[in-house]
T-cell receptor, first 113, second 114 residues
Framework: GENVEQHPSTLSVQEGDSAVIKCTYSDSASNYFPWYKQELGKRPQLIIDIRSNVGEKKDQRIAVTLNKTAKHFSLHITETQPEDSAVYFCAASTSGSARQLTFGSGTQLTVLP | NAGVTQTPKFQVLKTGQSMTLQCAQDMNHNSMYWYRQDPGMGLRLIYYSASEGTTDKGEVPNGYNVSRLNKREFSLRLESAAPSQTSVYFC?????????????FGPGTRLTVT
């Protein structure tokens, strides 16, 4: 089955700096890659996703890049703010009726004021 | 529109007890999922239901059973709880089909087995 590895497990940045979180996946058939943000005690919420026919996607301060050849994808957050502090999870999904997700182990991002 | 709801929010069980976690969605979604979240391990898929009337095992199904009662409801049952099942359980749903892949999560159930 699919295996998703996520790095780093913790990341601290100064407010206004950029943050980058990286994930690798093992199954070359995976074609959908979402990123979820989870605040303490809350449910995961989708912040951005990318499909395998696209190399990059951007939404305001958040961007995701995908390298299918190397089987890795990354989350980029620019101009970080204290409210960006949370745990971020990457995931990968293959085609199929249920599109089940395999998640990475998460990155605790702390934005220091 | 409540989205995905879960009951209970918190539960403490003794080893060997049984219980059912309830999940319901009001978004007319076809697919539903159960995950467990343990510290440092992300979310792991327990069972899923691609559509009403079907259920399949995920990555960590041992010790659990599920029922897709109807299109709205998907329950998770622990027949004989073990301390290793102490976790936060999330239910999620997805509309299905090839146009929208986003999964929407419920608020979670925090389960402690002593």
């Amino acid at each position: 089955g699919e295996n998703v590895e996520q790095h780093p497990s913790t990341l601290s940045v100064q407010e206004g700096d950029s943050a980058v979180i990286k994930c690798t996946y093992s199954d070359s058939a995976s074609n959908y890659f979402p990123w979820y943000k989870q605040e303490l005690g809350k449910r995961p919420q989708l912040i951005i996703d990318i499909r395998s026919n696209v190399g990059e996607k951007k939404d305001q301060r958040i961007a995701v890049t995908l390298n299918k050849t190397a089987k890795h994808f990354s989350l980029h957050i620019t101009e970080t703010q204290p409210e960006d502090s949370a745990v971020y999870f990457c995931a990968a999904s293959t085609s199929g009726s249920a599109r089940q997700l395999t998640f990475g182990s998460g990155t605790q991002l702390t934005v220091l004021p | 529109n409540a989205g995905v709801t879960q009951t209970p929010k918190f539960q403490v069980l003794k080893t060997g007890q049984s219980m059912t976690l309830q999940c319901a969605q009001d978004m007319n979604h076809n697919s539903m999922y159960w995950y467990r979240q343990d510290p440092g391990m992300g979310l792991r898929l327990i069972y899923y239901s691609a559509s009403e009337g079907t259920t399949d095992k995920g990555e960590v199904p041992n010790g659990y059973n599920v029922s897709r009662l109807n299109k709205r409801e998907f329950s998770l049952r622990l027949e004989s709880a073990a301390p290793s099942q102490t976790s936060v359980y999330f239910c999620a749903s997805r509309i299905g089909g090839s146009s929208n892949y986003e999964q929407y999560f419920g608020p979670g159930t925090r389960l402690t087995v002593t």
